[in-house]
């Protein structure tokens, strides 16, 4: 693991177990809302141990990083700018879930060439929150947590290579969910999350100044991120000309925990695409 000053504030990056290697190549992980760097459990311990430097982060204000929570994709995009500023990285993949992918485009179209890869994983442009669910996240969260999580999931227990066999997705998710809430007694991240989500209207000029291979990886049963949202945006990047790969999992929202093996084949075929 890894604490590093960002922004005047310790933020949080799991390295998958292995020490920071200036000789390898990184990929930075970003989470969606009410989330943090265990989504990635699997795939962030893969990588690190197959020839990637690895930063599964907590975004500032959740779980293990300090600071204030991102009030929007672009301010969260900042973030990763000045991560990967602090570490004296000079180019990186970055992989975002939900509106990690949201803050992982972003970061790339200002990074430009410095990006060698950008994977969107479960995305939608524009990622348009329901009135109702904003408010029950800022007045009855424990409400519109459980709303998420059976949205967000197609499976009842994970797969054996994801969390072990029999795990009970959806009371994990609960758990995950709120404890990264009480990690931040200082403001709801829960709502300021979906807020940012909610507000963000550059995707598809942003996906436009991207210089890197884009792969999209959707769930069909996605009721979250409806994998129709991804596809238009997908459609965009090819307009732009960029190369871009689709996946499709037969899976819903959490693609990480509900389909382990084949999000990391996946994320496995975006990282060679030539850069």
């Known amino acids: 693991m890894m604490q590093v000053s960002v922004h005047g504030h310790e933020l949080y990056a799991y390295t998958g177990g292995k020490p920071f290697n200036s000789a390898q190549p990184t990929i930075v992980l970003i989470h969606g809302v009410l989330n943090d760097h265990s989504v990635w459990a699997l795939q962030s311990r893969h990588l690190a141990n197959h020839g990637w430097n690895v930063l599964a982060i907590d975004l500032p204000g959740h779980s293990r990083s300090k600071g204030t929570a991102p009030a929007s994709v672009e301010e969260a995009a900042e973030a990763i700018i000045a991560l990967l500023a602090a570490l004296g990285i000079e180019r990186a993949a970055l992989a975002g879930h939900s509106w990690g992918s949201l803050i992982a485009l972003e970061a790339a179209s200002r990074l430009g060439t410095r990006v060698s890869h950008l994977i969107l994983i479960g995305t939608a442009a524009p990622m348009k929150v329901s009135p109702a669910l904003l408010e029950m996240s800022q007045n009855a969260p424990e409400k519109a947590m459980h709303l998420v999580n059976v949205f967000s999931r197609n499976t009842l227990a994970a797969p054996p290579s994801g969390l072990g066999p ?31 989500c909610d507000r963000y209207s550059n995707a598809a000029t942003a996906i436009t100044q991207v210089k890197a291979p884009v792969l999209f990886i959707l769930g069909t049963h996605d009721q979250m991120t409806p994998a129709k949202s991804g596809q238009a945006l997908a459609r965009i990047a090819q307009d732009a000309g960029l190369s871009v790969r689709v996946e499709q999992l037969n899976v819903g929202h959490n693609l990480m925990t509900e389909a382990p093996e084949e999000t990391l084949k996946a994320i496995h075929a975006g990282l060679n695409a030539a850069a």
């Not at 009970?168 to 709502?191: D, K, Q």
């Open 166 to 196: 029999g795990t009970w997705v959806y009371g994990l998710g609960m758990a995950l969910n709120r404890r990264v809430l009480r990690s931040n007694p200082h403001e709801n991240v829960f709502h300021k999350g979906f807020t940012a």
